[in-house]
Each structure stands twice: as structure tokens, then as C-alpha cells.
């Protein structure tokens, strides 16, 4: 311990010019200094950024690292030694064992491989629906609202039992609560309306269970507190994440024309050219904990109380996991990668985002064979890179009528 260690004092906010997939210069230039830099937060409280595959992993298997909101310190703004509080109930991504496996575990019987592969034929149909009213209105068209949000949109409000007449609405005032770039003012506002409806939402369930995921959960020891804080997390997994893999996702495929031809003329390469697509774009770029206790984490002390950023996108690009990582190659053999976490956090809906994945991506490539983005790459807007997903804010694109 108390070897020389690289130091940020700043995270970017940008990505280099013409490099939209890559994770920003300053982060791969701290990689190459190493798996772990010390980060001076803002008001001076020291604490570290894991940029490395292997450390990465080892935090995230630790209970010794909390991801407890309440202990947590804002990687960007300094709120003059305020802390935030606890998640309100049933909002397990950020609390430790044993309240996180109080609301996970009633879950994971849902979200199984099988499961979601059953969904397979219901996600094709909406996917199939709304290429086919792209193809009715024609080129151009923004790929984001056309078909990369609605998608996952409507099977998770599907999955948790949310009135088709209602499902819109939700998607709207939500995409509110997520933007980064609101005033914190209309932020609060969105998440306390958004908090109201899913109040409405689980009443609802619990006056007439239907067949869907909260109705489940209604019949068991769970709160409609609870239930509520279950619901967004199950949103904001279904609706964000996925949505910006898409979009993400098919922008890098249209940048990459040996990649795209190569997914359109060889359907067995789809399981391996969506794991391939997660690890290349990292859309869930950055997490947090926070050292319960004194660690020992690669060749430092890490200090109890020290915050920690965990730099998903670089783990992912680490060169001692991967050959050549900043290639995009539908072909890779390597594909453990981490962008849906580790360990007993790892996100609860991968399945479903991979089936959603499976079917969206060759459904896209294979109705349009002349897909093609509609403006210059660089006129094309990313998400503020303050945003805790990374993603585009539209991606026009056409094709030959």
C-alpha cells in the first residue's frame, strides 16, 4: 500500500470530437495510469475513481462497499457537507443488504431467462408495429421517438400493469424526472407527479389485480409504500436504460458499415453482437460506493467513510480484459462485461433488455437495408454528459422509399 497513484480533480464533461462511443479522454487517460486514481470531490472530501475491469468487479462483490444513498457524496456538485437521505421505500438499487434483498428477492422470480424469453413474440409485435409506421410516414424520421423509446417503453409498462391509454403520459412525465439538464425545480416536480401516479397506479392493483408484475407483488407482505418505490426503479430500468442502447446502438451500427452488414447477413451473429453492442457503449456509465470500513483495494488504503466512483465505460475498455477495446467487433469471442453490474446489484432486468435488444437491432437493419443517418455525425446532440446514462437526444435518420 501507499504506492504512487494518479489523481483527477475534475470529470469531463464532454467526449472528444467525433468519438460519441468512446468514454471521455480524461477517464481513458486515468486508465492508463492505472486501475484506481484518487478524486478530490467537491468541498475537498477525498475519496477514489475506479477505472479498471478487475477492481471494478472486486468493489462491486464487496459488501464492504455500501451503495446506501444517505452515504454517499455527489461526484460533481458540493452541497456544503449536506448529505442526501435514505431512498424512500422500496427503491433497493441504493440500500444495502438486508433491506436491498427485501425487494429484490420478490422480484427475481419474474424477470428469469425464461420469462423474458417468453415475452420474445410480444416484443417483436411492437417492434414490428412501429417499423411499420416508419415505413408509412416515411424518411426522415428521429429513431429515438420513433422506435428506440417506445419499445421498451411499452413492455414495461405492460409488465407492471400500467392502462394503455395511460402509458404515453407515464413515458412523458418520467423522460422529465431523467432529464439531467432540467432546472431542479421542475425535477422535483416530475418525480413528486411521478410518485403521485404510481401511488394511483398500485391502489389501483391492489382494488383489482390484473396479470402483471405489481399485481403480483400486491398479494404479499409489501406496503403500497414499497410497492410504489419498486415501481420506479422497474421504470426507470425500463424505460431509460434500454431506450439509449437502442438509439446508441443503431447510431454505432450505422457509423460501422462492416458491422452492420455483417448483423444483417448472418442472424446467429445477434446474441454475440448485442453483448458486443453493451460492452462497447456502456450506456450505464458511472456508479457509486461507499467504503463501510477500511479496505485494502489494489495496493491502497481504502478509508472507511472514502467515497467511490466506479467508471463502468472504462471497465469495459480495459485493455487487460479486452483485445483491441475501442473496436467495435460483432464478432468478439470476449463478452463478459459489465454493463449491467455485479454481484448481488446486478440489474434485476437484463433479460428483458436483451430480448428487447435481440429482436429491435436485426428487425431495424433488415426492414431498411438503406438506413442511413439523416444529418452529419457531428450535428448529431449527446445527452449532457452529467447524465448518469449516455445516449443521444435524437438521431435522425432516412432511407430509399
Not at 109 to 123: A, N, P, W
Not at 248 to 260: H, N, V
Request: glycine share 6%.
Amino acid at each position: 500500500m501507499g504506492d504512487p497513484v494518479h489523481t483527477v480533480t475534475t470529470l469531463p464533461t464532454t467526449r472528444g470530437p467525433g468519438r460519441p462511443f468512446d468514454p471521455p479522454a480524461e477517464l481513458l487517460e486515468a486508465r492508463r495510469h492505472g486501475p484506481i486514481s484518487r478524486y478530490t470531490f467537491p468541498g475537498g472530501v477525498s475519496g477514489w475513481l475506479v477505472t479498471g475491469y478487475d477492481l471494478l468487479k472486486t468493489v462491486l462483490a464487496d459488501p464492504r462497499f455500501s451503495s446506501r444513498r444517505d452515504l454517499m457524496v455527489h461526484p460533481t456538485v458540493d452541497y456544503g457537507g449536506i448529505r442526501f437521505p435514505p431512498v424512500p421505500p422500496g427503491e433497493f438499487l441504493l440500500m444495502d443488504e438486508p433491506e436491498h434483498g427485501r425487494y429484490r428477492k420478490p422480484l427475481m422470480g419474474k424477470f428469469t431467462v425464461r420469462r423474458m424469453r417468453l415475452l420474445t413474440e410480444r416484443v417483436e409485435q411492437i417492434t414490428a408495429e412501429h417499423l411499420d409506421a416508419m415505413a408509412e410516414a416515411g424518411p426522415p424520421t428521429d429513431l429515438v421517438t420513433a422506435f428506440a423509446k417506445p419499445i421498451p417503453a411499452i413492455m414495461i409498462c405492460e409488465l407492471l400493469g400500467v392502462p394503455r391509454h395511460d402509458q404515453d403520459s407515464y413515458q412523458r412525465q418520467f423522460e422529465s424526472f431523467m432529464d439531467a439538464e432540467a432546472n431542479e425545480e421542475d425535477t422535483v416536480a416530475a418525480y413528486v407527479s411521478t410518485q403521485h401516479r404510481l401511488a394511483e397506479l398500485v391502489a389501483a392493483k391492489r382494488a383489482r389485480p390484473t396479470d402483471d408484475v405489481l399485481s403480483d407483488l400486491t398479494d404479499s407482505d409489501l406496503t403500497d409504500e414499497e410497492l410504489k418505490g419498486m415501481a420506479l426503479v422497474l421504470l426507470a430500468a425500463g424505460l431509460d436504460t434500454t431506450a439509449n442502447m437502442l438509439a446508441l446502438g443503431a447510431f454505432a451500427l450505422l457509423r460501422s458499415p462492416e458491422q452492420l452488414a455483417a448483423l444483417r447477413s448472418d442472424p446467429s451473429l445477434t446474441d454475440r453482437a448485442v453483448e458486443e453492442l453493451l460492452r462497447y457503449l456502456s450506456v450505464g456509465k458511472t456508479f457509486m460506493r461507499t467504503a463501510l470500513e477500511d479496505v485494502e483495494l489494489g495496493g491502497h488504503l481504502i478509508e472507511a467513510g472514502s467515497p467511490l466512483i466506479l467508471s463502468y465505460n472504462t471497465a469495459n475498455r480495459d485493455p487487460d480484459r479486452f483485445a483491441d477495446p475501442h473496436v467495435l467487433d460483432l464478432h468478439r469471442q470476449e463478452s463478459r462485461h459489465v454493463a449491467f453490474g455485479h454481484g448481488i446489484h446486478q440489474c434485476l432486468g437484463q433479460q428483458l433488455a436483451r430480448v428487447e435488444m435481440r429482436v429491435a437491432f436485426p428487425a431495424l437493419v433488415n426492414r431498411f437495408p438503406t438506413l442511413r443517418l439523416a444529418v452529419p455525425d457531428e450535428e448529431i446532440a449527446l445527452r449532457a454528459e452529467i447524465s448518469d446514462i449516455h445516449g443521444v437526444k435524437s438521431l435522425p435518420v432516412a432511407w430509399d422509399g
